[in-house]
């Protein structure tokens, strides 16, 4: 048992090595959110305005970004296991007294890890961007992205484990990432769309990721108080008449998690 953890480590710290090492995978990783929200925000915050009370575009849309960047950082891990493939180190690492759930769950932990590294440097333009940071309110964000990237980390092995060069990944993670992005209410309220685009946005896991986090940085602005009720400003997500809240968001996306990380593990049994 301790050899096992020991090989989940090994997996997970070696992922984490390789993205501090590689600075321009740093440095883009934070452009390119960057530039998302300066373009998006620059662009349709005068023509969208304000949300709802106290909330513009930009504001509305930063919690959104922040949960792109660690779910693009984290599916992009799967890249690790083609690249390891394609170079004969994969070899090395099954003959190693680790087991095969060992390699998955060390590579998504690394892949966590690095999707962390990233969410949290992010959280300096929060001040700018009138959204005040409290302990508790990075705890919680923390929490989500751990949780948010170990569960769609699985979607990114389990595709890797059917790749078999580079370019072939990458080309599939663009054809998913893209409609998962724009498709989970990053940049619109997903309850104030056509019927038939909420039902497709309802069923993309990444849906409540975006809206759990979005409820911990803009709680104070999307429910206000008025006498003693709540009035909700239906910038959240409903699903089946039932407004979600953060721990029923959090539950769906660790289920779903628990779905794709087993997926993972048994395609990459197989494959390997």
Do not use: C
Not at 121 to 141: E, H
Not at 177 to 197: A, E, H, K, R
């Amino acid at each position: 048992m301790v050899e096992f953890y020991r090989g989940i480590w090994v997996v997970a710290y070696r992922e984490l090595l390789r993205f501090v090492q590689e600075r321009s995978r740093m440095i883009s990783s934070f452009a390119f959110p960057l530039m998302f929200l300066v373009v998006f925000g620059a662009g349709f915050n005068r023509i969208v305005g304000t949300m709802t009370e106290g909330v513009d575009f930009i504001k509305f849309m930063y919690p959104g970004i922040l949960s792109m960047t660690v779910v693009m950082s984290s599916m992009f891990s799967g890249m690790s296991i083609v690249w390891d493939r394609e170079f004969g180190f994969l070899k090395e690492i099954l003959v190693a007294p680790i087991s095969r759930t060992g390699i998955v769950i060390g590579k998504a932990l690394g892949g966590s890890a690095t999707a962390m590294a990233q969410g949290i440097i992010l959280l300096i333009l929060a001040p700018f961007l009138g959204i005040s940071l409290t302990f508790w309110l990075v705890i919680k964000y923390l929490l989500l992205v751990l949780l948010l990237s170990l569960s769609l980390s699985g979607v990114g092995i389990f595709v890797a484990t059917r790749m078999r060069s580079q370019q072939g990944f990458q080309m599939v993670m663009q054809l998913l990432i893209f409609p998962l992005i724009f498709l989970s209410g990053v940049f619109f309220p997903v309850d104030n769309v056509s019927p038939w685009l909420q039902v497709i946005a309802k069923v993309n896991p990444l849906t409540y990721g975006v809206d759990a986090v979005r409820q911990v940085f803009l709680e104070k602005d999307l429910v206000l108080l008025t006498t003693d009720k709540m009035v909700d400003t239906g910038l959240g997500v409903t699903v089946l008449g039932h407004r979600m809240g953060v721990i029923e968001d959090a539950l769906i996306i660790a289920v779903l998690g628990f779905v794709f990380l087993s997926a993972a593990v048994w395609s990459f049994s197989r494959q390997e």
